[in-house]
């Protein structure tokens, strides 16, 4: 890429160009993404929008004894970092329960949970996310599919109940207190699609998948209710500030938030209007079908507290995870042939949602990740489209979009269905999965980021967090490299280029939230949403990726984090 001079500058009326811009970047190499003027030195921002790019000398005529003016010293500016899949107040309660993402072994998190036992009062939960059973050294013993049985977390929290959540969050192990609080015994059938994991015995063995996950945390929810309703705000507030924090401390400046309930969202929508949310939220709505056909209509909003807080999705879920073998597959799992996973509704429902949608103007995001998960998604979006011929442009989003069937990846981009990935979960998830696909099928429909470009459908990148990190710098690295913490190349070929890992992280996710005229790119009259960053990710050597530190995060022409 090189350096050019954009003739906005002059092409400006003079009476504007005399007015001085409130801040100005110069010094730097900016990346635009705006492929008529890819590459500037400099940018301006009057309020909370671009006014003008160009070079240095463009830009001196824009500053005033008023204007900020940040020097970027050769550092590289990019459009602001959009988040395009997260569980943003999961990012801030996960900050206030136990951390279980680097345990490699069961024992590890017996010990985490025994410490936090050690200082609970009784009765008091013990919460904790991040455990994955795919990544311990070795195996628990005794166990039952891999995960282990609940008596030595009995032994660690014998007055405590203890729900530990999945990396995936598609499953939770607990132990016996919990499983009494959520009256969870040996004749306890299966809920509608979940499933209590049992021992050959018949006994729970606290683990629970999928949908099963909502007996324990309907217990857990109950106890929290008894909590003083200043109690139950002071906390909410904490966890949105925490998120708040760690995403603009890593250069995020709008949030795609993959599912919240209405109350979350009147919690943010009074953030937004007393112009307290620090970056921007889009905003997926969750919950069944027939509450939320009550309330969409009530609920849906653009752009509200000057372009921060926007709801115009609805988030379903098709099936679970593949590290719980909760993804719904054409075919058995090859380390369990007796199980195809666990489908968490109808498609049938998933129809009538679609339909809601789009009675009210709203788009669909379904998560699904088996392959057989998005074939039916796809079969069902194919079918409302069929009936709706009126309706264009309906951005539909399958989330996730991780395990597909060749025959159906053609499908995305003919459908015009926007695929809604995470490159961390591709290098995450690696190494176990062949063991659950075979090689063939791995090869053939895992993490296809390339064949799906190539089908013409726009493929956007987020992190899921919290189940993995939320830095985009860590996905953007596992995007161009596809590379495991051995080292090891996961499927080469479907690599991103620097260029279009960056683009999947700005206008690729703008695009997929209808947002595209406002973010994505750098261009006058769009909104100054910009990422500072300290290295150049789109020229360093792939091994200083990973190294390379967020400088300032800008929202709506304002510093909201700055690198101390």
């Not at 500037?40 to 824009?62: E, F, N, P």
């Not at 507290?305 to 597959?329: C, E, F, P």
């Not at 380390?335 to 489908?343: A, C, E, F, Y």
């Not at 159906?408 to 690696?430: E, Y």
Request: charged content about 25%; hydrophobic content about 40%.
């Amino acid at each position: 890429m090189r350096f050019s001079t954009l003739a906005a500058f002059a092409a400006l009326p003079a009476a504007v160009c005399a007015q001085p811009a409130g801040l100005v970047l110069r010094n730097g190499k900016i990346v635009t993404m705006n492929t008529a003027q890819p590459v500037v030195q400099a940018l301006a921002v009057r309020g909370d929008r671009i006014t003008a790019l160009g070079s240095d000398a463009d830009a001196a005529r824009w500053i005033g004894p008023a204007t900020k003016v940040i020097d970027l010293h050769g550092h590289l500016a990019t459009p602001g970092l959009i988040e395009g899949h997260g569980h943003f107040t999961g990012i801030g309660e996960f900050r206030l329960g136990l951390d279980l993402r680097e345990a490699r072994t069961w024992d590890d998190i017996v010990a985490q949970v025994a410490r936090a036992a050690s200082k609970a009062k009784p009765g008091e939960w013990i919460i904790g996310r991040g455990w994955h059973q795919s990544k311990w050294d070795h195996p628990p013993d005794p166990n039952v599919e891999g995960f282990p049985l609940h008596a030595s977390l009995d032994q660690a929290a014998p007055n405590n109940p203890v729900l530990l959540t999945h990396a995936s969050g598609h499953a939770a192990f607990v132990n016996a207190k919990a499983l009494e609080a959520a009256g969870v015994t040996r004749d306890t059938a299966n809920p509608t699609g979940g499933e209590i994991l049992k021992d050959k015995a018949g006994n729970p063995t606290g683990l629970l998948r999928e949908r099963a996950q909502g007996l324990a945390a309907s217990a857990h929810e109950a106890w929290l209710a008894k909590r003083t309703p200043q109690e139950r705000a002071a906390e909410q507030r904490k966890v949105i500030d925490l998120a708040t924090a760690e995403c603009l401390s890593n250069g995020i400046t709008t949030f795609e938030d993959a599912g919240s309930s209405f109350a979350t969202i009147d919690a943010f929508r009074r953030l937004a209007d007393s112009h307290e949310l620090r970056l921007r939220l889009w905003v997926m709505v969750s919950g069944s079908q027939p509450n939320l056909e009550a309330n969409l209509d009530r609920y849906r909003m653009i752009g509200v507290g000057d372009n921060h807080l926007t709801v115009r999705a609805i988030k379903q879920y098709m099936d679970g995870a593949l590290g719980s073998r909760g993804a719904w597959l054409l075919e058995p799992y090859t380390d369990k042939p007796d199980s195809t996973g666990i489908p968490t509704q109808d498609p049938a429902n998933i129809k009538s949602t679609g339909e809601a949608a789009i009675r009210h103007g709203y788009q669909l995001c379904v998560h699904a990740i088996g392959d057989r998960a998005n074939r039916e998604v796809l079969n069902v979006y194919e079918r409302i489209f069929q009936e709706h011929p009126d309706q264009k442009n309906l951005r539909w989003r399958i989330e996730h979009a991780q395990h597909l069937s060749a025959a159906d990846i053609p499908r995305f981009g003919k459908l015009g269905v926007i695929a809604a990935m995470q490159a961390c979960h591709c290098t995450s998830d690696a190494p176990y999965v062949p063991l659950r696909l075979g090689d063939k099928r791995a090869e053939e429909g895992a993490y296809v980021w390339q064949k799906l470009m190539k089908s013409g459908a726009i493929v956007g990148q987020g992190t899921d967090a919290p189940v993995e990190s939320v830095s985009p710098i860590a996905n953007f690295y596992a995007a161009v490299t596809r590379k495991t913490r051995d080292g090891k190349v996961f499927y080469p070929d479907q690599r991103l280029s620097r260029e279009e890992a960056l683009k999947s992280y700005t206008w690729n996710n703008a695009y997929a939230a209808f947002e595209e005229k406002l973010m994505g790119s750098l261009e006058p009259g769009k909104l100054a949403d910009i990422t500072v960053l300290s290295k150049d990710i789109i020229t360093i050597p792939e091994d200083q990726i990973l190294t390379t530190d967020v400088l300032y995060t800008i929202v709506g022409g304002k510093v909201m984090y700055e690198s101390k």
